[in-house]
């Protein structure tokens, strides 16, 4: 968390609960201690989606389905959202999850790796969220240029990593590596001539990157 935790506090309190399948997914995730997407970065998500009305999402890290199940609302007829997840026992959560939701026939948990999935993909999708291992960002992103159409979104959760990837003082040992990936994806992403990028301060970070070619 990058704000003030009234401000944050404040903002949480005004934005609409989840329901459902979503509620239930989001106490599991409290209680187990599991990383799921904050709130002000979920309704952003959604109504980014609902502006661009994709047909095909990618996802990259399922964890336990919250964030798929969330943007399956914003798929057009016919949609459809492929997620990657490598661990095991996240699969199986969010296939269980999905199966709740009733969201089975639109989401499509791949389970493995994303650095061993993507360059093997061949579909176009209208936007992707990157929501996976934060120091692998900078390897997906070609893959992931290659596969959004112009006009789609990319969308990087967590790119500020706690505010760390803008920490003037020294960062901690084992920080290190991801900060300095980010900071690479960061710079990439805002310097590469077919993208026009956003930097975002809600949650712990998000970068929006429009598709310009």
């Given at each position: 968390?990058?704000y003030n935790?009234h401000?944050?506090?404040?903002i ?5 609960a989840g329901?459902?399948?979503?509620a ?6 409290y209680?187990?201690?599991i ?8 309704s952003?998500l959604i109504?980014?989606?609902k502006m661009?009305?994709?047909?095909r999402?990618l996802?990259?890290?399922t964890a336990i389905?919250?964030?798929a199940?969330l943007l399956s ?7 459809f ?5 490598r661990?095991?026992?996240?699969v199986?959560?969010?296939r ?6 009733g ?5 499509n948990v791949?389970a ?8 093997y993909?061949?579909?176009e999708?209208d ?10 960002y900078i390897?997906y992103l070609?893959?992931?240029i290659?596969?959004?159409?112009k ?7 967590n790119v500020l990593?706690r505010?760390m990837?803008?920490e003037?003082?020294?960062i901690p ?7 300095k ?6 710079d990439?992403?805002c ?5 026009e990028?956003?930097l975002i301060?809600?949650g712990?970070?998000?970068?929006i ?5």
């Amino acid at each position: 968390m990058i704000y003030n935790e009234h401000v944050i506090n404040f903002i949480r309190k005004k934005l609409k609960a989840g329901k459902g399948v979503l509620a239930d997914i989001e106490r599991y995730a409290y209680d187990n201690n599991i990383p799921i997407v904050e709130p002000e970065v979920a309704s952003l998500l959604i109504i980014l989606g609902k502006m661009i009305r994709p047909v095909r999402i990618l996802e990259i890290g399922t964890a336990i389905g919250y964030s798929a199940i969330l943007l399956s609302s914003v798929l057009c007829d016919g949609g459809f959202i492929d997620t990657i997840e490598r661990e095991e026992q996240m699969v199986a959560l969010a296939r269980e999850n999905i199966k709740k939701a009733g969201c089975q026939g639109k989401i499509n948990v791949i389970a493995a790796d994303a650095v061993n999935v993507l360059e093997y993909l061949d579909k176009e999708y209208d936007m992707i969220f990157m929501d996976a291992a934060k120091g692998q960002y900078i390897e997906y992103l070609p893959h992931c240029i290659r596969l959004l159409r112009k006009d789609g979104l990319l969308i990087a959760d967590n790119v500020l990593y706690r505010g760390m990837v803008a920490e003037t003082s020294e960062i901690p040992r084992r920080e290190r590596t991801i900060v300095k990936n980010l900071n690479d994806f960061i710079d990439t992403v805002c310097a590469d001539p077919r993208l026009e990028t956003a930097l975002i301060p809600a949650g712990d970070g998000l970068s929006i990157s429009y598709k310009l070619v």
